[in-house]
């Protein structure tokens, strides 16, 4: 089991960048998916980034080319850098892993507001 933390949400201006930050309670070596995803208001979640242990990412279309998720094995910790952000970006985003296909972890949600 493991828990996860998100942090670096806030309110920007279109146009800005935030940093989020996951910090995992555990070494995150063994987990070889380490995601973010997003929830807006009304819609469902969805993905939008993924990182592997071997450094491959995924990214969502609507934010590729100004999202990077990236990993730090050793402090355990996943990060989400975004830039030109938009207001259509705002939603509680969330940091995801899992072992197998059954035992999924989610963090609480870190909030993201972009201002027009």
């Known amino acids: 089991q493991v828990q996860l933390v998100e942090s670096g949400g806030g309110l920007v201006q279109a146009g800005g960048s935030l940093r989020l930050s996951c910090a995992a309670s555990?070494?995150?070596?063994?987990?070889?998916?380490m995601g973010w995803y997003r929830q807006a208001p009304g819609k469902q979640r969805e993905l939008v980034a993924t990182i592997t242990n071997s450094g491959s990412t995924n990214y969502a279309d609507s934010v590729k080319g100004r999202f990077t998720i990236s990993r730090d094995n050793a402090g355990n910790t996943v990060y989400l850098q975004m830039y030109s952000l938009k207001p259509e970006d705002t939603a509680v985003y969330y940091c995801h892993t899992q072992r197998g296909l059954n035992y999924h972890y989610w963090g609480q949600g870190t909030q993201v507001t972009v201002s027009s």
């Open positions: 555990k070494s995150i070596f063994s987990f070889n998916v």
